[in-house]
Every structure is written in structure tokens, then in C-alpha cells.
């Protein structure tokens, strides 16, 4: 039996040594040990923005309605277990989801990754003959057949499963299909893997859809405001639809009513069903703009739909930002779809429980609020999608421009386009930007680097601020760096999820000597 330690060692040298040949080397692993994944059910979501917050929502639905509830995601902010969870009605409050309750424990992990290593050694002649050269998994492969094991261990009612990277051949679209397939925020992101055009990054998402399910899609042009390109990448998915025979439903801003609670979060006031955008033959659709929707059948073909009396209400949810509100309105009408065909839930007991777990939700680095007053927020925004999503909550919240920004990026994010779209959207220059290196040692993009990229194109002085400059080792002194000459302002660290682990544990070591003085 492999130690944590050893299981992580075959795993972290994937990283190197492993090279993704498409998913005919996972369906042989999964074959090898009897197609685990055949006994399961799967809600599946790709997207360029969104996936986890929106996954968490379904799974805390599931986990509330008595559901044993697998969780697949990536990547994680602090623990490695976060990439595998199994929440239930036990476990799926805040506070335990905060401490870790739900997820994979180490000893389980390493017994998985080391029966995953036997099947890998088992079927390698055979691949490597297939592919006329030497094979090695790589390291999302090792991963997903290891919570796929896991989960059908387990016996788990559900699993939320949330791709790595794009979707046609990313390793989670092994499964053979999906009850519920959602596609959340699309937008211009690794293009490098994707595609350079919308409609070609819209096609490699809409790959895990599959004869079978039901289809939620994120209004891709909320997401996207180009009219041309989210019209022709809207195309691509409605054409996947089609040959796919499935029903596709988009929420749009105007399914819903958001009312903004400051740093409490959110409330949504659902007021119309998702537009169908295409219904196969004999398949009920969603009934649009009516208060009151019919309950479905149980003996209603797969693949069709229906939403609970009474779905159309308000509900609270402990996130912030507009851009939460239409995730969190995907993953409702998803939710309430799934609960109401998979479970023997009457349509009261679907709404209430929908109404009693958001309230709970729990996502680490997503606006999370680490302190009120005054505000120190921690958000994962790394790409420009992401930016302008935070930008236009900090506008709201009024503290955007009066803020301190602690920011580290990656290489190949456009972090100056970032920072660029960043204030446009706040409207103002921040008093201060303190530079930080992400322990990402490939790809960081150095602090001092990130400063200059910064300055020398004098973002700040056009937008009417005289912003100070700092380059910091690590979190620790960023805080060190507010706390001397800035501690009444508020504070908003992002750039790279990377960076939010760190940030998150020196915080919560910045509070403890605080609290000591």
C-alpha cells in the first residue's frame, strides 16, 4: 500500500512525463475496471467562467435533497481533497464545507491512485501498440479515473462533474452521458487548446453533449457581448443539440430579478422559465413566463424536462456580483429539473429544499468576503472575463476605486488586458497596486515584471487616480504593506487561483497576531 506521499509522487510526475492522446486510453482504464461510470449519474458542466460556483450550487441542492453527492472540480484553492468531494444531508452546510467535512481523505486517495497505477501498467502495452508509441497517462486522467473509483465505491445518488478544459476531449467526458448537461459563461479563453474564434471554443464545449440529457446554457451573449461571435458560437451548440436530438434552455438576464444585499450577497427573483431554444420531437419544454408551471411525468422520456410549481420565487445566496446571479439562475432551473425528475419529491418539497441549501453554499477565492470592515475581498478572476465580472461588482459595492489590489498573474492570461478592463470597469484607478509572484514556479509572471508591465503604460494616471506601486515577496508582507500604510481601505486581492491558497493562510495567520496584540 502506497503512502499520501508516494500516491501524490506517481501522480505530480504525470505532469512531465504523461501526454493526452483523446479519451481512447480512458474508456480502455475505465473498461479494465468494469465501467464504474455506467453505474452512475452525472450533471456535467463546461464553460469558460462559472463551472465551480455554479457545480457547488447543484451539489449543495443534491446534498440538501437527502442525495449522496459526488463533487468533481478543479482546481483547488488549499486542500488537494477539494477535487473530491461526497457531500450528503450531513455534511454540506458552510461552516463543514469550510473545514473540509466531504472530502477525499488521504488514505483513500493513495489506495485509488495505486489501483489506477495497476490498470495504467495493465493496459499500456495495448494503447502504446494502438497509438505506435509509448504511452503515459497524463495527469487529469490518473485524476478522473481515481474520483470515478471513488464515487462508484461509494454508491454516490449523483455526481456533479465539472471538466478540467474545454469539454469534447477533456478526460471527464468519459462518461457515456449526462442527466443534465450545462454549459455555463463562454468566452475567449485558453485559445491556444480551444480556438481563436468563439464558435470554435463554443464547439469544444459543447462536446459533452450527449443523446440523453437535458441542456442549460448560459446566455452567451451576457457572457460575450460581441452580437456576431456569441451568434455564431450559439449556432455551433444549437446544431449539437439537434444532431444530439436534447433540449437546449437559455437563461438570460431577464428570466430574473437580482437585488443586491452588499456583502452579505445576493437575492434572485426568479420571474420566467429558460427560453427553449430547440425541443425535440416528443419532448416536453419548459413553459415560458408563466408563474405557474405544470409538474412533469413520471413517465416523462429522458432527456425531457419540467421545473416544480412554485420554482418562481426568490432565494438567497451567500455569493456576490450580478455576474453569481445568472450561475446561480442556471443552477436552479438545472437543479430543480433534476430534482424533479430523479427524486419522488413533490413540487413543495423540491422548492423548499432549493430555497433552504443556497443559503449554505460555500465557494472558497470566488469575492469571498475575509472581512467586512473594512472589506478584504479574495477572487480567483483570472482571465479578462473574469476581471471585468469583478470590476463590475466592486463598482457596485462602491469600493472599487478606493481599494488596495494585491494582484499575481500567469503567463498567458493577458494580465495587463486584465488590469486594463479591471478599472474601465470600476471607473477609477486603485489607491495602490501591491505585485505578487503566484507559486506557480512555470508560469508565474514575476512581481517586479508584472510592475513594470503595469506603469509603463500609464493605466493609472488616464483614469484619474495617482496609484502607489509595490512589489511584494509573498501575501504575508502585501498585508504587512496595507496594514502600515493603508489599513482603513479596502483591500481586494486577484489574479490567479494560485495565489488565493497563500492569501487565505496568510490571512488567517495576519488575523491571529492581530487578534494577539
Same mark, same amino acid.
Given at each position: 500500500?502506497?503512502?499520501?506521499?508516494?500516491?501524490?509522487?506517481?501522480?505530480?510526475?504525470?505532469?512531465?512525463?504523461?501526454?493526452?492522446?483523446?479519451?481512447?486510453?480512458?474508456?480502455?482504464?475505465?473498461?479494465?475496471?468494469?465501467?464504474?461510470?455506467?453505474?452512475?449519474?452525472? /450533471?456535467?458542466?463546461?464553460?469558460?467562467?462559472?463551472?465551480?460556483?455554479?457545480?457547488?450550487?447543484?451539489?449543495?441542492?443534491?446534498?440538501?435533497a437527502g442525495l449522496k453527492t459526488g463533487l468533481y472540480t478543479s482546481p483547488y484553492v488549499e486542500r488537494f481533497s477539494e477535487r473530491i468531494r461526497c457531500l450528503c444531508k450531513e455534511n454540506y452546510m458552510a461552516a463543514q464545507?469550510?473545514?473540509?467535512?466531504?472530502? /477525499?481523505?488521504?488514505?483513500?486517495?493513495? @489506495?485509488?491512485?495505486?489501483?489506477?497505477?495497476t490498470g495504467v501498467e495493465a493496459i499500456t502495452p495495448a494503447i502504446s501498440a494502438y497509438y505506435g508509441e509509448k504511452w503515459q497517462p497524463s495527469y487529469f486522467e490518473i485524476l478522473t479515473v481515481s474520483a470515478i473509483l471513488y464515487y462508484a465505491e461509494l454508491h454516490c445518488d449523483v455526481v456533479v462533474w465539472e471538466t478540467g478544459l474545454g469539454g469534447e476531449f477533456d478526460s471527464t467526458n468519459v462518461i457515456e452521458r449526462a442527466e443534465i448537461t450545462i454549459l455555463t459563461a463562454l468566452n475567449y479563453d485558453h485559445c491556444e487548446y480551444l480556438g481563436n474564434t468563439l464558435a470554435e471554443i463554443a464547439a469544444a464545449k459543447a462536446g459533452i453533449i450527449k443523446p440523453g440529457t437535458t441542456v442549460f446554457l448560459y446566455d452567451i451573449l451576457t457572457a460575450c457581448p460581441d452580437p456576431v461571435a456569441a451568434g455564431e458560437a450559439l449556432r455551433v451548440v444549437m446544431d449539437k443539440c439537434q444532431a444530439c436530438k436534447v433540449p437546449l434552455y437559455v437563461i438570460k438576464p431577464g428570466d430574473f430579478a437580482v437585488c443586491e444585499r452588499g456583502l452579505d450577497g445576493i437575492e434572485i427573483d426568479l420571474r420566467q422559465a429558460p427560453t427553449c431554444l430547440y425541443k425535440p420531437a416528443g419532448c416536453s419544454s419548459l413553459p415560458t413566463g408563466s408563474?405557474?408551471?405544470?409538474?412533469?411525468? &413520471?413517465?416523462?422520456?429522458?432527456?425531457?424536462?419540467?421545473?416544480?410549481?412554485? $420554482?418562481?420565487?426568490?432565494?438567497?445566496?451567500?455569493?456576490?456580483?450580478?455576474?453569481?446571479?445568472?450561475?446561480?439562475a442556471v443552477a436552479i432551473f438545472a437543479g430543480a429539473t433534476f430534482l424533479r425528475q430523479q427524486t419522488n419529491f413533490t413540487d413543495a418539497q423540491t422548492v423548499s429544499t432549493i430555497v433552504a441549501a443556497l443559503p449554505e453554499l460555500y465557494w472558497?477565492? @470566488?469575492?469571498?468576503?475575509?472581512?467586512?470592515?473594512?472589506?478584504?475581498?479574495?477572487?480567483?478572476?483570472?482571465?479578462?472575463?473574469?476581471?471585468?465580472?469583478?470590476?463590475?461588482?466592486l463598482h457596485d459595492l462602491g469600493i472599487g476605486h478606493a481599494a488596495i489590489w494585491v494582484c499575481g498573474f500567469v503567463r498567458g492570461?493577458?494580465?495587463?488586458?486584465?488590469?486594463?478592463?479591471? /478599472?474601465?470597469?470600476?471607473?477609477?484607478?486603485?489607491?495602490?497596486? /501591491?505585485?505578487?509572484?503566484? &507559486?506557480? &514556479?512555470? @508560469?508565474?509572471?514575476p512581481?517586479?515584471?508584472?510592475?513594470?508591465?503595469?506603469?509603463?503604460?500609464?493605466?493609472?494616471?488616464?483614469?484619474?487616480?495617482?496609484?502607489?506601486?509595490? $512589489?511584494?515577496?509573498?501575501p504575508a508582507e502585501a498585508l504587512s504593506i496595507w496594514q502600515r500604510d493603508y489599513a482603513t481601505a479596502p483591500l481586494v486581492a486577484f489574479g490567479s487561483l494560485y495565489l488565493a491558497g497563500p492569501f487565505k493562510q496568510a490571512w488567517r495567520k495576519f488575523q491571529e497576531t492581530r487578534n494577539n496584540e
Open positions: 500500500m502506497w503512502t499520501y506521499e508516494e500516491a501524490m509522487q506517481y501522480l505530480n510526475q504525470s505532469l512531465v512525463f504523461g501526454r493526452k492522446k483523446g479519451l481512447y486510453p480512458m474508456r480502455q482504464l475505465l473498461n479494465y475496471f468494469g465501467n464504474p461510470d455506467h453505474n452512475l449519474r452525472f /450533471i456535467h458542466l463546461a464553460g469558460t467562467n462559472g463551472k465551480g460556483s455554479t457545480a457547488m450550487a447543484l451539489a449543495v441542492m443534491c446534498a440538501a464545507v469550510q473545514r473540509g467535512d466531504g472530502e /477525499i481523505d488521504k488514505e483513500s486517495l493513495a @489506495r485509488l491512485l495505486a489501483k489506477v497505477k408563474p405557474s408551471i405544470p409538474t412533469g411525468s &413520471p413517465s416523462m422520456p429522458t432527456g425531457c424536462s419540467s421545473l416544480p410549481t412554485g $420554482v418562481m420565487r426568490k432565494y438567497f445566496i451567500p455569493l456576490i456580483g450580478q455576474h453569481q446571479a445568472m450561475n446561480m472558497p477565492a @470566488r469575492l469571498e468576503v475575509l472581512q467586512k470592515k473594512p472589506p478584504v475581498l479574495l477572487d480567483g478572476a483570472h482571465n479578462v472575463q473574469g476581471a471585468t465580472a469583478l470590476g463590475a461588482a492570461k493577458n494580465h495587463v488586458e486584465m488590469v486594463r478592463h479591471l /478599472i474601465d470597469t470600476v471607473g477609477r484607478a486603485p489607491l495602490a497596486i /501591491i505585485c505578487l509572484t503566484p &507559486p506557480e &514556479p512555470k @508560469r508565474a509572471v512581481a517586479m515584471e508584472l510592475r513594470q508591465d503595469l506603469t509603463k503604460l500609464n493605466l493609472f494616471a488616464s483614469a484619474g487616480g495617482d496609484t502607489a506601486f509595490f $512589489v511584494a515577496a509573498d
